[in-house]
């Protein structure tokens, strides 16, 4: 039996002529629309939209937000998007009247305080990553990376070289062979060794003076650090090729290791992810980039740079990439993200990667110690981990019940099937409890014991959720958003 209540949906809730609010009669006399709009603009009949009153609406929103998944409500381990919790203090710098009700067309001397939080931002991440010069434009991680190889593509062709290459590890995120392959690269995959880091000597034979750009993350997607980076960008860099340094799982070595100092020519950092901003379901997000000395001047514009005391927003960089965005980036993320490095401050900032890498790496130790899972690269475990749920498939309960299983006792399942087909990936970030990690093991380990003694009732998990198992994909394509009330 499900313990959640089906919302119907607003349509199936609206009631004709009722209102959520009585406006005084006006004394106006009232004209038709025909008389004043030509009939050819005007709709046929009137849009259907729901009548209600204000509680009808405030109740079934509260409902629907309860049925909603969130970090403020519960444990959130989904590897390699690192949900930490978002510190309300974020919300009310995002939330200042001045920014709120600032027009991205204002003249800069009407937006001195938000071009200084800009500039100020990217200043930080020069710091945090070792880069001279970043940019706050991209509005994502993957359009962090689109815009990485665009400055690759660039830098190339103002040396009078045409590259078609680029090399991408075969555990990277999804979105880096998708960059490339839309930046016009030909994607080429290096395979992993057996402790889950970049084949050295696969790389040396892919090597050659076609590649525009190596991608690496690092911390990887197994959560291992790559040990051999700086042997990596010394490769890359004997062909004249652009080392490209993912930057997502910063949170692992934010205060700890900087980028730029490992070797890479261009960085993408997610401030959606190492510095706590809300996302998931699509956004809001932001990507900015650090390039080396060498790049900078192909970085996008508008530029924020710092002229006789003023602030001001700079184009006239002729060898810049150009725009890749409309306005100046996801201003109110970069306020959240701003306001968090603010109240951490360098000794706070510090503290993440060290908690983070500890949470990680003790539940990593309390499921191995248990025999509950086996870790196909237990060797060097940053800031997540990925557990080979093999096992489970054989009885017909593999990575996908399991995660619908933890749905059922309240946890958000983790990452299932990536970096490796039938694994769990999980990152539990610095901001959890032990008691929560506890619990998270526990649970994993009591579903284990369910693997073994009951596959078959693994197999139809969740039985506690609104809905059951969803055609993911027809779920996605063709969404029926009324179809609870139907039920
Ligand atoms: C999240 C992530 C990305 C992409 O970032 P988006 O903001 O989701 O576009 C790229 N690489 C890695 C390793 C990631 O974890």
């Known amino acids: 039996m499900s313990t959640h209540r089906l919302e119907p949906s607003i349509f199936h809730i609206s009631r004709a002529g009722r209102r959520g609010l009585s406006i005084p009669r006006s004394r106006v006399p009232k004209k038709p629309l025909e008389t004043m709009i030509p009939k050819k603009y005007l709709a046929a009949k009137a849009p259907e939209l729901p009548e209600l009153s204000e509680l009808d609406v405030v109740r079934h929103y509260t409902h629907l937000s309860t049925m909603n998944y969130s970090i403020d409500a519960n444990f959130y381990p989904l590897g390699s998007c690192t949900m930490k919790y978002n510190p309300k203090v974020n919300e009310d710098a995002a939330a200042l009247p001045p920014l709120l009700s600032l027009h991205p067309y204002a003249d800069p001397s009407l937006a001195q305080g938000v ?19 970043f940019t706050l434009l991209p509005a994502a991680g993957a359009h962090g990376e689109f815009t990485g190889i665009l400055i690759a593509h660039a830098y190339h062709k103002k040396n009078g070289e045409n590259r078609h290459k680029v090399i991408i590890p ?29 084949d050295l000597s696969a790389l040396e034979k892919l090597l050659d003076r076609d590649v525009a750009a190596v991608m690496l993350t690092n ?42 100092d490992l070797g890479f020519d261009v960085l993408h950092s997610n401030l959606h992810k190492t510095f706590s901003t809300p996302h998931g379901g699509g956004g809001p997000a932001s990507g900015p980039v650090g390039v080396a000395a060498h790049l900078v001047p192909f970085l996008p514009v508008p530029r924020v740079m710092q002229e006789g005391g003023r602030f001001v927003l700079k184009t006239d960089f002729p060898d810049s990439i150009g725009r890749i965005t409309s306005f100046h980036g996801q201003v109110g993320i970069i306020f959240r993200a701003y306001a968090y490095m603010r109240i951490l401050g360098r000794e706070g900032l510090r503290r993440i990667s060290d908690f983070a ?6 539940m990593k130790a309390r ?8 870790c196909p690269y237990p060797k060097g475990t940053m800031h997540e981990f990925v557990l080979s749920t093999a096992r489970g498939k054989d ?25 490796i087909p039938e694994c769990l990936m999980i990152e539990p970030t610095e901001t959890e409890s032990k008691e929560t990690l506890d619990q998270f ?31 993911e ?15």
């Open 170 to 198: 075969d555990s990277a995120h999804g979105t880096n062979p998708a960059s490339a392959s839309l930046a016009g690269y030909e994607v080429t995959t290096c395979p992993s060794n057996k402790e889950g880091m970049m």
């Open 219 to 260: 911390p990887n997607t197994y959560g291992i650090f790559e040990r051999n980076v700086m042997k990596i960008a010394e490769m890359v860099h004997s062909v004249g090729a652009v080392f490209y340094g993912d930057g997502a799982n910063l949170n692992a070595i934010v205060g700890r290791a900087r980028p730029g």
């Open 395 to 419: 009885v017909g309960a593999g990575a996908t019940s399991i995660g619908k299983r933890l749905l059922d006792f309240g946890f958000y399942a983790p990452t299932v099937h990536f970096p």
């Open 357 to 362: 890498v500890l949470n990680a790496n003790y």
């Open 115 to 133: 071009l200084r939080v800009m500039y100020e931002l990217e200043q930080y991440l020069c710091e945090i990553t070792g880069f001279p010069a």
């Open 473 to 487: 994909v027809t779920a996605a394509r063709k969404p029926v958003v009324c179809s609870p009330c139907e039920v």
């Open 367 to 374: 499921l191995l110690a248990a025999d509950a899972f086996p």
């Open 441 to 471: 093991v526990d649970t994993l380990l009591a579903i284990r014991k369910e693997i073994d003694e009951l596959p078959e009732m693994l197999a139809e998990a969740p039985y506690n959720t609104p809905l059951r198992r969803l055609d």
